[in-house]
Nanobody
């Protein structure tokens, strides 16, 4: 397991953009994902990216607005969030998969960061 540290969260107006980053010690051979948890709700899948960035998976609610990417040389994965909505308000978590392929099931992920807060005002 690797230690993951998220950054880049903050307060933004609806329609704005944020870029989240997740840094780890080494995860170049595993898929990476982003999840989020809004107040009073369960954790939900946002996006995932295979180990070589060859395939992605996105939640329907963020398709066309969010983009996941990675830089294995920097051991960093990103989540570019555009056209943000108040419903995107949540704590966002980065996670390392047990596998190389991109999946949407949180049971497939073995290491989690502490989370970064994203708040979108209307």
């Amino acid at each position: 397991q690797v230690q993951l540290v998220e950054s880049g969260g903050g307060l933004v107006q609806a329609g704005g953009s944020l870029r989240l980053s997740c840094a780890g010690r080494a995860f170049s051979t595993t898929a990476m994902g982003w999840f989020r948890q809004a107040p009073g709700k369960g954790r939900e899948f946002v996006a995932a990216l295979s180990w070589n960035a060859g395939s992605t998976a996105y939640a329907d609610s963020v398709k066309g607005r969010f983009t996941i990417s990675r830089d294995n040389a920097k051991n960093t994965v990103y989540l570019q969030m555009n056209k943000l909505k108040p419903d995107d308000t949540a704590v966002y978590y980065c996670a390392e998969s047990r596998y190389g392929i991109a999946t949407m099931n949180d049971a497939d992920f073995r290491s989690w960061g502490q989370g970064t807060q994203v708040t979108v005002s209307s």
